[in-house]
C-alpha cells in the first residue's frame, strides 16, 4: 500500500463512496463543538460568508473541532499524539482508489496534519463494534495546508466499508471525498432484478462523447434530478453527429427495460435517443471492437421533461450500454433494469471474495458450510484468477463426514454459490 499526493487526481471522476446520496453518514466523532462532523459529506463546495456568527462563534461550512489544550498552565499545548476524529459509514463497500481532504476557508483554524484509516465491517454496525474493528491506516499522518483540497491517490485493493479520519491535534475540515469503485456483496444481489446501470451497485458511466455543461455520472447517480444540473447537458452540435455516453453494468447481465429521462429538459431535450449492448463476458473490448455492439432499443423519439419507460425484449446479454442522444441536448437519468446472468454473478462474486479481508472472507466460508481451517486455507489462496480457479480450489476441499461424501458434496454446492461458480 501507498499513497502518492497527486494535484488534479484522475480518481476523482470515481464514485464518492462517502456521498450522502448513496447512504453514507457520519456514525461517529470526539468533537464537533464548532461544527457538525456531517459537514464533510455535503455534496456542493463549502461555502464562505464573513462576519456570519453563531452562538458559538463564526459559522463554518465544515467539520470543527475545538481547541484542545494541555494538561495545565506548565503544559498548556496538547501532545503529540492529541487528536480528534470522526467515523464515516461509506454509502456502498468499495474499494478506495483515492481521498481528498479540503481544507476550503479554514485559514488559521486547519489541522497541523491528519491520517485516514479503514475498516470492512458487514452488517449494520453500532459505534461501539466499530470502535472495536480492526482499521488499517491508507493514508499516514499527512501535513496539511489550509484552504487547501489535498488529494491523495491509494493503492489498496481491498473492499472497505468505513473510512476514520484522524486530524492532530484539532481544528477544521471542510470536505471529505472518498473516491473508489463501488463492490456490492452479490449475496444481497441474489434472485432480484435491480437497475443494472445504477451506481450505488457498481454502475460507471466509463465513456461519453460531451461532458460541457454537466457529468456523465450524473446519468446513473442515485434519485432523481431535482434541477436541471444534476443530469448530463451536452453543448449544442454544430456538425451532423450525435452524442453518447457509454456505462459499464454492474455486471454481465439482461436488461428487460430502460427508463430515458429527460426530467427538466424542456428546451434542451435530446430529440431520438437509441441504446446498444455490448458482451464483454469472454474477454472482447468495446472500445476497440465496433463490430461487437448489437442494438438494444431501436431510435426511439423523446419529449421534453419526461420519464420514458420502455420494456425491452433483448434476448441476450450485456455487460456494457451505450446511449446515444440525437443529435444532442441532456438527460437527467438512465435506469437499466434486469438481472444478473450467471457468468455475470460469477465474476462479481470472484471479484467480492478477491477484495475482501480475509477475516470476513472466511467468514462468508464459514456460514457456507466450512470448517474454521478450511475456510482459513482457501481464504489465504487468495486471488482466485478466474471461475475455473475457484472451482478446483473448492474441489480439493477433504472428503466431509457423511455418507459416501454426501455433507462434503453439500458444501461444495454452498460454497461454489457463494463463488459464482
Do not use: C
Request: hydrophobic share 40%; aromatic share 6%.
Amino acid at each position: 500500500m501507498s499513497t502518492v499526493n497527486t494535484p488534479s487526481a484522475p480518481f476523482t471522476e470515481l464514485v464518492d463512496l462517502a456521498s450522502r446520496r448513496l447512504g453514507a453518514g457520519v456514525v461517529a466523532t470526539n468533537e464537533d463543538t464548532f461544527a457538525d462532523a456531517e459537514n464533510l459529506l455535503v455534496a456542493k463546495p463549502a461555502e464562505f460568508r464573513a462576519h456570519t456568527f453563531g452562538h458559538k462563534g463564526q459559522i463554518m461550512d465544515g467539520w470543527e473541532s475545538r481547541r484542545r489544550r494541555g494538561a495545565g498552565p506548565e503544559q498548556p499545548h496538547p501532545t503529540d499524539e492529541d487528536h480528534d476524529w470522526a467515523v464515516v459509514r461509506l454509502g456502498v463497500g468499495g474499494v478506495i482508489r483515492g481521498l481528498v481532504v479540503d481544507t476550503a476557508h479554514f485559514t488559521g483554524n486547519y489541522p497541523e496534519s491528519a491520517s485516514v484509516e479503514a475498516a470492512a465491517v458487514p452488517g449494520h454496525p453500532s459505534p461501539a463494534e466499530l470502535a472495536a474493528a480492526e482499521w488499517v491506516e491508507l493514508l499516514p499522518r499527512t501535513p496539511l495546508r489550509g484552504d487547501t483540497a489535498h488529494e491523495f491517490a491509494i493503492t489498496d485493493g481491498t473492499r472497505y466499508t468505513h473510512v476514520r479520519l484522524n486530524i492532530f491535534p484539532d481544528g477544521g475540515v471542510a470536505r471529505l471525498r472518498v473516491h473508489g469503485e463501488v463492490l456490492p456483496d452479490p449475496r444481497e444481489l441474489d434472485g432480484l432484478t435491480f437497475d443494472l446501470a445504477a451506481q450505488e451497485f457498481g454502475g460507471v458511466a466509463e465513456a461519453a462523447s460531451d461532458r460541457y455543461f454537466s457529468s456523465p455520472h450524473n446519468l446513473n447517480a442515485p434519485g432523481r434530478a431535482t434541477v436541471m444540473g444534476e443530469g448530463w447537458e451536452t453543448r449544442r452540435r454544430r456538425d451532423k453527429a450525435n452524442d453518447w455516453v457509454q456505462i459499464a453494468l454492474a455486471g454481465g447481465g439482461e436488461v428487460l427495460a430502460a427508463e430515458v429521462d429527460t426530467t427538466h429538459f424542456v428546451a434542451n431535450a435530446p430529440g431520438w435517443a437509441d441504446l446498444t449492448g455490448y458482451d464483454a463476458t469472454d474477454g472482447g473490448d468495446p472500445a476497440t471492437d465496433p463490430d461487437g455492439w448489437f442494438e438494444i432499443l431501436p431510435r426511439t423519439r423523446l419529449q421534453p421533461d419526461t420519464r420514458h419507460r420502455l420494456r425491452l425484449d433483448v434476448g441476450r446479454p450485456a455487460t456494457h450500454v451505450r446511449i446515444n442522444v440525437y443529435p444532442d441536448g441532456g438527460l437527467a437519468r438512465l435506469r437499466l433494469t434486469g438481472r444478473l446472468t450467471e457468468a455475470g454473478r460469477a465474476a462479481l462474486a470472484l471479484r467480492w471474495f478477491n477484495a475482501v479481508p480475509a477475516a470476513e472472507a472466511a467468514a462468508a466460508l464459514t456460514e457456507a458450510g466450512l470448517t474454521g481451517a478450511e475456510a482459513a486455507d482457501l481464504a489465504a489462496a487468495r486471488p482466485l484468477a478466474d471461475r475455473a480457479a475457484a472451482t478446483a480450489a473448492v474441489a480439493a476441499l477433504r472428503p466431509g463426514d457423511g455418507p459416501d461424501g454426501e455433507h462434503s458434496s453439500r458444501r461444495r454446492s454452498a460454497v461454489w454459490r457463494l463463488l459464482g461458480v
